[in-house]
């Protein structure tokens, strides 16, 4: 069974840019959640899908937006770019995203902002 | 605000050296209580939910437990390959589903 999925595993932006990530969760699994890790404030929730709705925004700006598809896959979306936005971004699929689900955690999205 | 506090942030330990790492969370209804290790470079990887005080569950050579107000991961005689950094997260019955809330880990090391 495929694990979760994101693409690219790197990344290197220019401050002002606008960049894309994407996430394919595990087959079946409709929630996908999206996190930001950085070494001085750990993981922090920037958003959740459910059925291509977004359930649950955690506080970010504006500029972090996200979607998901009919086919649960996942894309979130930096416009202009801050160097503070360079960060591990990780995304995690469960059957529902209820607490009765685990979590599972793609390999994330290393991206560094220049 | 809900929140989740990890300590040591830091600890060493001998091979076979046996020891606890803590969780402290404050919430205003528990609905999950999540244990994760992330080696460097990856993402968290699962290891356990607790849902109520009083239970415990076991993998190899890790046993969490909960109480009302923290969670322990007892680490028994771990090895070198047990190196990571251990994250506890909760989430809230009051109205976040799919939104985890972490602690900043434990780091954990342990020297052949």
């Known amino acids: 069974k495929a694990g979760v999925t994101q693409t690219p595993r790197y990344l290197i932006k220019t401050r002002g840019q606008q960049v894309t990530l994407s996430c394919s969760p595990i087959?079946?699994?409709?929630?996908v959640s999206w996190y930001q890790q950085t070494p001085g404030q750990g993981l922090q929730f920037l958003f959740e899908y459910f059925s291509e709705t977004q359930r649950n925004k955690g506080n970010f700006p504006g500029r972090f937006s996200g979607r998901q598809f009919s086919n649960s896959r996942s894309e979130m979306n930096v416009s202009t770019l801050e160097l503070g936005d360079s960060a591990l971004y990780l995304c995690?699929?469960?059957?529902?995203?209820?607490?009765?689900?685990?979590?599972?955690f793609g390999q994330g999205t290393r991206l560094t902002v220049v | 605000e809900d929140q989740v506090t990890q300590s040591p942030e830091a600890l060493r330990l001998q091979e076979g050296e046996s020891s606890s790492l803590n969780c402290s969370y404050t919430v205003s209804g528990l609905r999950g209580l999540f244990w994760y290790r992330q080696d460097p470079g990856k993402g968290p990887e699962f290891l356990f939910t607790?849902?109520?005080a009083g239970e415990e569950k076991e993998k190899e050579r890790l046993k969490a437990t909960l109480t009302k107000k923290e969670s322990f991961l007892h680490i028994t005689a771990p090895k070198p390959e047990d190196s990571a950094t251990y994250l506890c997260a909760v989430q809230d019955y009051g109205g976040s589903q799919g939104n985890l809330i972490f602690g900043k880990g434990t780091k954990l090391s342990v020297k052949p």
């Open positions: 607790l849902y109520s």
């Open positions: 995690a699929s469960s059957l529902a995203g209820g607490g009765e689900a685990e979590a599972f």
């Open positions: 087959s079946g699994h409709r929630s």
